[in-house]
């Protein structure tokens, strides 16, 4: 399928702020596949043995990145998207400028930014433990996670977002949102 007739979202945000959510709605309501920045971390743990918990998918990731080039994983992505085949494609998790170089260039790109309050973000992050350490954590040792490299970059990205999503309400309004963010880029196409 050629890359043009594609609907590319990227989606940026900070920890627990709803991509996921996101990402996962657009695929089971309209369709698509979806390609996480952190899945390759997660692939070269789990093949080393070595837990998979924030700081050391943040430390794999820097370490990647000073050795082969700030922009590996944006080519690897920019790859995976350009050789899908479904017309809706999910760019999850962007954390750095550098993530975007490569895809923001492919037809049908959009970057989206979903924003939430600090403290719900929080009990997300505590009540979904998709890392070892989540379930654990305190308030203040996510506050100082918020401070890492990763997460800094993120407010400088959503500035060039075509969309910003409120994820501080229920499931119903981020799901409207949604819908129309799609809605509005499948017409577009």
Do not use: W
Not at 1 to 8: E, G, R, S
Not at 52 to 81: C, H, P, W
Not at 95 to 110: A, L, N, Q
Not at 166 to 176: H, I, P, R
């Amino acid at each position: 399928m050629p890359t043009n007739n594609k609907l590319i979202l990227g989606i940026t945000g900070n920890m627990a702020a709803g991509k996921s959510t996101i990402t996962e709605y657009i695929k089971e309501h309209h369709g698509g596949v979806s390609f996480r920045y952190s899945t390759m971390l997660r692939d070269v743990l789990s093949r080393i043995h070595v837990e998979e918990t924030r700081d050391n998918l943040q430390q794999l990731s820097t370490f990647l990145r000073s050795t082969y080039g700030e922009d590996l994983m944006s080519k690897v992505i920019a790859e995976d998207v350009k050789n899908a085949t479904d017309t809706i494609i999910i760019v999850e998790g962007i954390r750095r400028p550098s993530d975007v170089t490569y895809i923001k260039e492919i037809p049908g790109f959009h970057l989206i930014a979903v924003t939430a309050d600090i403290k719900k973000r929080f009990e997300r992050i505590t009540q979904r433990s998709e890392n070892p350490d989540d379930q654990t954590k305190t308030f203040e040792t996510f506050e100082k996670e918020q401070a890492q490299e990763t997460e800094g970059k993120i407010d400088e990205i959503s500035q060039d977002a075509e969309v910003i999503i409120d994820n501080n309400g229920n499931l119903e309004a981020l799901y409207t949102q949604i819908d129309n963010v799609v809605s509005k880029y499948s017409s577009s196409k």
